[in-house]
């Protein structure tokens, strides 16, 4: 009988920027699309592990459940390692062309990859930053 009441007072997690969770059921939905792409061309089994945070995060996200929460700053945590992650990439190649090598692999160089790169930091960063103020206390 505990554990039934425990259930049924569980905090039921409410959104006060509509804005923020529009966006974040955007993005988290479009991300899972892409990496489903991936995942049919490429046949790479790392894209489902994004995808089970993702659609996890998701069903949370509908479910008004307390787990979103943490899981948010997961997502975007990741989302904020990769983009730096990148960006030392991109560095590390500039240094090994600077020292004249042959080894330096040019396309981490590539605009488009570099542009994903400062969208997939600014998504992070957005979606962690503000993920305390749109939630209803």
Known sequence: MTEQNNRNDAKIIEYSNETYKTALILTL????LLNLTVLSQSGSILPILAMLLQITTLAFIFLKHPYQVPLIKIWSGI???GGIAGFVAFAATLGLLLLDTDRADMSQLAIPKNISRVVI???GI???RNLKSSIKE
């Open 29 to 32: 939905s479009t991300m899972f």
């Open 79 to 81: 989302l904020i390692i």
């Open 121 to 123: 930091l600014v998504i």
């Open 126 to 128: 957005y979606f962690y």
